[in-house]
């Protein structure tokens, strides 16, 4: 069964103090990974898609890294607006092609 | 580009009641998705469209729920009767193609069933 397993389910952090958010998978061949950032009160942003092992993808402070069998959201330096969930979500290269997404890492930048 | 717009934002009703959600995709986008979301939990997909046919309903859960897209633009997502354990928040996505594309969200309809 194809799942996803975001850790740790809640970080704290100091401005400034960087950090990484885990998302561990199992899925019959993976077509995609995507990274989402959810503010309350909000539908999911897409952040990046990640297709295959060692691919890397950076936006300001973020960078996604990729390998056969778990995805890192990389955050250098961050900011109180950084606050936020993360999910992680997988599609399989298979089948209806459906997200599978995790239960997110809630994030928290203290001033 | 306007995103995945979604009414309402918030309803509330007491259970055994019906209710409806409505969602705009983004213009040409093929595929639309409804999500259910729970507190503290992921989307969990309940419906993929592709234009106006069904492509994956096997989470919706089909005694209660329903959902439509006529002309393959516009959706509605239907509950009735609703329960308790249907308070969460409803998410409408949209993809270009579906099968290959990003999914782009809308703002969500938190509903809450006392």
């Known amino acids: 069964e194809d799942q996803v397993t975001q850790s740790p389910e809640a970080l704290r952090l100091q401005e400034g103090e960087s950090s990484s958010l885990n998302c561990s998978y199992t899925v019959s061949g993976l077509r995609g990974l995507f990274w989402y950032r959810q503010d309350p009160g909000k539908g999911p942003e897409f952040l990046f898609t990640?297709?295959?092992a060692g691919e890397e993808k950076e936006k300001e402070r973020l960078k996604a890294t990729l390998t056969k069998k778990e995805s890192f959201l990389h955050i250098t330096a961050p900011k109180p607006e950084d606050s936020a969930t993360y999910l992680c979500?997988?599609?399989?290269?298979?089948?209806?092609?459906?997200?599978?997404f995790g239960t997110g890492t809630r994030l928290k930048v203290l001033a | 580009e306007a995103g995945v717009a979604q009414s309402p934002r918030y309803k509330i009703i007491e259970k055994r009641q019906s209710v409806a959600f409505w969602c705009n995709p983004i213009?040409?986008?093929?595929?639309l998705y409804w999500y259910q979301q729970i507190l503290g939990q992921g989307p969990k997909l309940l419906i993929q469209f592709q234009n106006n046919g069904v492509v994956d309903d096997s989470q919706l859960p089909k005694d209660r729920f329903s959902a439509e897209r006529l002309k393959g633009v516009d959706s509605t997502l239907k509950i009735q009767p609703a329960k308790l354990e249907d308070s969460a928040v409803y998410l409408c996505?949209?993809?270009?193609?579906?099968?290959?594309?990003?999914?782009?969200f809308g703002p969500g309809t938190r509903l809450t069933v006392l």
């Open positions: 996505a949209s993809s270009r193609s579906g099968y290959t594309d990003t999914q782009y």
């Open positions: 979500a997988v599609q399989a290269s298979a089948g209806t092609y459906k997200y599978i």
């Open positions: 990640l297709y295959s």
């Open positions: 213009s040409g986008h093929a595929t």
